[in-house]
């Protein structure tokens, strides 16, 4: 896998555009998951997985191919979610009421629009709940908890995407579970 | 009855982490044995992670791809799309 990521970066650092294709179709759900798990929002997440890649691609010179590739685009998106959590204003989570309909938040707008069978809904609803508990925790704990447990990736790799200490990442990814389990422990 | 020692916390949080060494992990497991009150906060951590990896993983959209390749600057170097 590495091989070949390798050599589709060296086609590209050639001037060949179509090989970054293939990256994008390599890494694209991944990207995409930990933006909408950052995020909490699908258009959100795409618009900024587009961006994280279309970085990648205009920064490519200083990617070190010795690194592993994955590790420095995830760094890219994370980033660029960070910026946008920070930058968002808190009338656009999906939990705000809308305005003029009592109780009813955007996420109860978005489920009527599809017709599910009951334990689908069920489960649709559970997905809902801990995506919004998820995006209830402060950023720099979400990034970690994240990358732990919906990318499964090492704390050694979470500690190179993020550029922090190892023992900084231990102390995230203790404080992020602590919340949760706090959030989600009715459930 | 006693006050649970402090480390016992982190204790759990290292396990998790697959950080915790054989000593501390039967200091672990024999506090757990006797103290209710730490083997539930244990399952509540245990559980909280489990919610976390039950969410399903999404795709992202067929046109992905194309929108990027879509946009990128045309031209590389200086004279493209400069960030």
Redesign the interface.
């Given at each position: 896998m590495e091989a070949l990521v390798n050599k589709r970066i060296k086609q590209v650092l050639k001037g060949d555009q179509n090989a970054f294709a293939e990256l994008v179709e390599l890494y694209k759900d991944k990207v995409f998951q930990i933006c909408f798990r950052m995020l909490g929002n699908r258009h959100e997440a795409e618009d900024i997985a587009q961006e994280a890649f279309i970085r990648a691609y205009v920064n490519i010179e200083t990617f070190n191919q010795k690194r592993k590739f994955s590790t420095w685009l995830f760094r890219i998106a994370t980033n660029l979610c960070i910026d946008r959590i920070r930058k968002k204003k808190p009338d656009y989570f999906l939990d705000a009421e809308v305005a003029g309909t009592e109780g009813l938040t955007m996420y109860s707008q978005v489920a009527a629009d599809v017709q599910l069978p009951e334990d689908e809904v069920e489960n649709m609803e559970l997905q809902e709940t801990i995506q919004k508990e998820i995006s209830k925790l402060p950023e720099k704990y979400r990034s970690v908890i994240v990358l732990k447990y919906i990318e499964e990736l090492p704390l050694q790799e979470i500690s190179e995407i993020l550029d922090l200490p190892l023992g900084t990442v231990k102390t995230r990814v203790h404080r992020g579970r602590e919340a949760l389990r706090k959030q989600l422990r009715s459930l | 009855m006693k006050p649970c020692p402090e480390e016992i916390?982190?204790y759990m949080?290292d396990y998790?982490?697959g950080?915790l060494n054989r000593e501390k992990e039967e200091t672990l497991k024999h506090h757990l044995q006797e103290c209710s009150e730490c083997q539930h906060?244990f399952h509540?951590?245990k559980?909280?992670?489990a919610?976390?990896?039950?969410?399903?993983?999404?795709?992202?959209?067929a046109d992905?791809?194309d929108?990027?390749?879509a946009?990128?600057?045309k031209e590389?170097k200086k004279i493209?799309?400069q960030?």
């Amino acid at each position: 896998m590495e091989a070949l990521v390798n050599k589709r970066i060296k086609q590209v650092l050639k001037g060949d555009q179509n090989a970054f294709a293939e990256l994008v179709e390599l890494y694209k759900d991944k990207v995409f998951q930990i933006c909408f798990r950052m995020l909490g929002n699908r258009h959100e997440a795409e618009d900024i997985a587009q961006e994280a890649f279309i970085r990648a691609y205009v920064n490519i010179e200083t990617f070190n191919q010795k690194r592993k590739f994955s590790t420095w685009l995830f760094r890219i998106a994370t980033n660029l979610c960070i910026d946008r959590i920070r930058k968002k204003k808190p009338d656009y989570f999906l939990d705000a009421e809308v305005a003029g309909t009592e109780g009813l938040t955007m996420y109860s707008q978005v489920a009527a629009d599809v017709q599910l069978p009951e334990d689908e809904v069920e489960n649709m609803e559970l997905q809902e709940t801990i995506q919004k508990e998820i995006s209830k925790l402060p950023e720099k704990y979400r990034s970690v908890i994240v990358l732990k447990y919906i990318e499964e990736l090492p704390l050694q790799e979470i500690s190179e995407i993020l550029d922090l200490p190892l023992g900084t990442v231990k102390t995230r990814v203790h404080r992020g579970r602590e919340a949760l389990r706090k959030q989600l422990r009715s459930l | 009855m006693k006050p649970c020692p402090e480390e016992i916390i982190d204790y759990m949080h290292d396990y998790l982490d697959g950080d915790l060494n054989r000593e501390k992990e039967e200091t672990l497991k024999h506090h757990l044995q006797e103290c209710s009150e730490c083997q539930h906060h244990f399952h509540e951590l245990k559980k909280a992670i489990a919610f976390v990896q039950s969410t399903s993983h999404i795709s992202a959209s067929a046109d992905f791809t194309d929108k990027v390749m879509a946009g990128l600057p045309k031209e590389k170097k200086k004279i493209g799309v400069q960030r």
